[in-house]
């Protein structure tokens, strides 16, 4: 767009003057130039937001804070690499929190196609603890923020978990949000089964923005902090 020109009128907009303003010698009074539509406030948000997340998903320094991280959403890990043995005996009764990704579109917003996706975190266990949040990413976020990390973080066994729902293909051709509908399927079977490094899940929450202070995601948190104390107590006795 030209500058100085916005949705086809001069930014120099001029407003005619009343008559005792013209009797004061005033000719013509001139107006701020017209701010962002709210389509363009609205782009350049989702923008801010989906590169601070990138950032964060591909820092090699907050992937070392992994174990830290997780217990935000009462997920247990040793290290980067590795669960503890209470995760995954909570993973093997069914009673983890869990993620949950789905793709529910896309829309064209400030000449980009955004990806419009709902996230949560739950436990099967318990009725009310389940953080619910939704956010914008490009391909582009997907590929460089998750999918290429993901890739990396688990190996040998990408390929194994997911031969069969390829990520979306470079470009967006036709299918392409059925591609990451399936792919992002396969992530949180993976997560959610202790099949992946919790350094791909940290980097997963990190991704979609996870409201670490949600309320609700508190007292997941907490609840999981709970079941620990009880079982301690419970092996003392």
Known sequence: MPEGKRNGKSADVRASV?????????TEMEQAPPGPNKEEAEAAARCSLAEKALAQATSEELRSCSPEYLSNFGMLADSGALWSGKHLTRAKEEVQPM??????????LGSHTWYIIDCAVWRPCMEFARSEWRCYRRLAHLRQGLHDPVKELSGHSYAKHFSESPFAYHGAPAGTTARLRAWCQTLCRCINGCDTPPAVVATALRFFGAPAKDPAMIALARSCEEDERGLSIAAEE
């Open 99 to 108: 993620l949950e990704i789905v793709i529910r579109g896309h829309e064209e």
């Open 18 to 26: 009343s008559a005792k303003q013209k009797k004061l010698g005033f």
